[in-house]
């Protein structure tokens, strides 16, 4: 805890596999390892399987209020920021670029997750990657501070897998707002800019604002069935969808 990594330049092997021990920058599981109130700006990171692999002991005793900013992460194989069990953490201003060919790639992969969560202005390109760019699972916002995922910018082009842009699964007060998702590739039947999907006890979710464009066939965005029955979106407006294929979008089955 309460360290600060700045302008390092760390170089591991490229890597074709999933492995957290070729992780660039590691913290493992336990509560003698959190790392809270630690900040990484303005680094370079290249190749591994992941860029940074950060976890915290539990959803109960989290890794806390640590700012991830300015960093550039190159050609990472698996995700650039992979994240489990944080409170309070800043995502701000990264550059995450891949040419590993996958189907299983996140840009960010953030999972549990409370307090004052933003994760804002990045950019994230792959080029022969799928999977979900910016996936987000199990964080809970407020209505007084939601957690925030805006002016965020994605691209991604050269494989045809299951691909979400934007992915916010089983979240509580989100707010998606001012972001540039163009997809140009993936699934003309599983490639989304944004995907929606929930199980029972979640919603709060706000998608404002966004550019979702989809060259690969697929749809700009797609709400599922059960999101749909949980009322799991509580707004969603004043968002530009463009798309090659022949639907813009998927609202449950339809």
Known sequence: AYNHYRNL????????????????????LGSMTNDSISIFENNRIENGAYGMYLYGASSSNTEDSLVIRKNNIINPYVSGIFMYNQSNTIIDSNVVVTNAVTSNFSGFYLRYGKGNVVV???TIMADGAAGDMLYMRDFNGTSANPVLIANNF??????????RGIYPY????????????RIQS?????????????????GNIRILNNIFENN?????I????????????????YNNYNVSGSYLGKYGST
């Open 170 to 181: 089983n979240c509580n007060y989100v707010d998606v707002a001012f972001n540039t998702i």
């Open 154 to 163: 994605i691209y991604q082009q050269n494989n045809t897998a299951t691909l």
């Open 120 to 122: 804002t202005r990045n």
């Open 216 to 220: 690969g066939g697929g749809y700009g």
């Open 186 to 202: 993936g699934s003309t039947t599983a490639g989304r800019a944004i995907y929606i999907n929930s199980s029972t006890g979640y």
């Open 222 to 237: 797609e709400i599922s069935s059960t999101s749909i029955t949980n009322n799991y979106v509580s707004q969603c407006d």
């Open 9 to 28: 330049h760390l170089t591991a092997p490229a890597a074709t596999v999933n492995s957290n021990a070729l992780a660039v920058i590691y913290s493992n």
